[in-house]
Nanobody, 122 residues
Framework: QVQLQESGPGLVKPSQTLSLTCTVS??????????WSWIRQPPGKGLEWIGY???????YYSPSLKSRTSISRDTSKNQYTLQLNSVTPEDTAVYYC??????????????WGQGTQVTVSS
């Protein structure tokens, strides 16, 4: 059974960098052909796909967030990390990590973390 767990600060100041880590257990993040994703849900809104780092190590981001986003991984710890720069209050959301089963955001996800609330406020 694959499990994902998000960790990171719950409060970030505007203009700073949001950094979250997803720790994966029960499966390797280098296993073909999975896409280790970040997704968020702002209050009162739907899910928004942020991006992924693939089993191969390549990454792909939402065009709307690409200029501020970086996703990296540490294979020795079986973790992957989201960095979102220059945050504003509009980045306040519940952030989820999830395992994607295809290379597009609409391919589907079979495992999810429980989600972590991140608030951007001074």
């Amino acid at each position: 059974q694959v499990q994902l767990q998000e960790s990171g600060p719950g409060l970030v100041k505007p203009s700073q960098t949001l950094s979250l880590t997803c720790t994966v257990s029960g499966g390797s993040i280098t296993t073909n052909y999975f896409y280790w994703s970040w997704i968020r849900q702002p209050p009162g809104k739907g899910l928004e796909w942020i991006g992924y780092i693939a089993y191969s190590g390549s990454s792909y981001y939402s065009p709307s967030l690409k200029s501020r986003t970086s996703i990296s991984r540490d294979t020795s710890k079986n973790q992957y990390t989201l960095q979102l720069n220059s945050v504003t209050p509009e980045d306040t959301a519940v952030y989820y990590c999830a395992r994607g089963i295809g290379s597009t955001w609409y391919s589907g996800y079979d495992y999810w973390g429980q989600g972590t609330q991140v608030t951007v406020s001074s």
